[in-house]
Nanobody, 114 residues
């Protein structure tokens, strides 16, 4: 069955960094366009960044220049390096295919204090 396990979240001060990881199983990872998403309390889940199977990357305007998405097809892992974090980045972060076709994992909480 399809499973995503996100990790790497935590509490960090504004301006700090975190690196999130998402381990995927049950899918042919290398052919999937993958994405990171986040959901803040009371808000809709939004796309943060995605990376195609060929390595083309797109970022939400709110994170451009601060976040970097990458993937390791040998390990079935997608990463999100987050630098210069802001309080408005506080959310639960999830990974999924770019088109959100698989069941969601539990996510990883990122909290940025001011």
């Amino acid at each position: 069955q399809v499973q995503f396990v996100e990790s790497g979240g935590g509490l960090v001060q504004a301006g700090g960094s975190l690196r999130l990881s998402c381990a995927a199983s049950g899918i042919i990872f290398s052919i999937n366009d993958m994405g990171w998403f986040r959901q803040a309390p009371g808000q809709r889940r939004e796309s943060v960044a995605h990376i195609t199977s060929g390595g083309t990357i797109t970022y939400a305007d709110s994170v451009k220049g601060r976040f970097t998405i990458s993937r390791d097809n040998a390990k079935n892992v997608v990463y999100l390096q987050m630098n210069s974090l802001k309080p408005e980045d506080t959310a639960v972060y999830y990974c999924n295919s770019r088109y959100r076709v698989y069941p969601w994992g539990q996510g990883t909480q990122v909290t940025v204090s001011s």
